[in-house]
């Protein structure tokens, strides 16, 4: 997979909006996004799902895991399956962040920022991967949600990782706390929208019911941004 980062993208990040970039500071971003595809070991997992519907939950196939919130039911709500979807980067990238920590703070502030947007570009290129499978098929496929969003709940964690056996294809678990390890890692569901179904047009924040409480907003970023 060759992953691009885009520097728009990580100026977002660190709450640019459009103002001079002076040139030492353009540089040291230019320095950080190579170091960052230096550092990064991109890697994802999906697995594909029949959708039961019980009441307000929808439940994957035979197994025992439900989905629960209104959000993600909402969200799958013209999906007869789903996928379910891993990635990470890699924990190199976060000890070269922490390594700058110590000695150049504004580097590690954009060594994240390029980190984030890198997890990001591999999400984007899964979900391409997915959408040109579903199209084989006849189908289109939703926009990614992941834990986190709205209502739907990061106690899934662990659960997710276990049913794409993360851990063992990947390196990619989850804390007590249900935070992803590494932490440039991002999980998210798929709907498959059979022939003549469409996506909601509205993603990311605009579809999220905790958009105007959302902390990461009022700092510029998204709940992406992990």
Not at 19 to 44: F, N, S, Y
Not at 128 to 148: D, F, K, L
Not at 161 to 185: F, V
Request: aromatic residues 6%.
């Amino acid at each position: 997979m060759n992953i691009q980062i885009d520097k728009q993208e990580v100026l977002r990040y660190l709450g640019h909006s459009g103002q001079k970039i002076e040139p030492e500071m353009a540089g040291l971003v230019d320095e950080c996004i190579q170091r960052t595809l230096d550092c990064i070991q991109p890697r994802w997992v999906y697995r594909r799902f029949p959708l039961q519907r019980e009441g307000d939950k929808l439940r994957l196939g035979d197994s025992q895991v439900r989905l629960r919130g209104e959000d993600i039911v909402r969200h799958l709500k013209m999906s007869r399956e789903c996928v379910l979807m891993a990635v990470t980067i890699g924990s190199d990238i976060e000890k070269e962040i922490r390594r700058s920590e110590y000695t150049q703070l504004s580097r590690s502030l954009i060594l994240d920022s390029c980190a984030t947007t890198a997890v990001e570009a591999v999400c984007d290129a899964v979900e391409e991967e997915i959408r040109v499978a579903a199209a084989r098929e006849g189908n289109a496929i939703t926009w990614r949600y992941s834990p986190g969003y709205g209502d739907f709940g990061i106690d899934i964690q662990k659960t997710f990782l276990r049913l794409l056996e993360a851990e063992k294809k990947i390196g990619l678990c989850a804390s007590n706390s249900s935070i992803l390890i590494p932490r440039k890692s991002v999980t998210a569901v798929i709907g498959i929208l059979p022939p003549g179904a469409y996506a909601d047009g509205k993603r990311g924040c605009e579809a999220c019911a905790n958009r105007e409480r959302c902390v990461y907003r009022k700092n510029g970023g998204t709940c992406g941004s992990i």
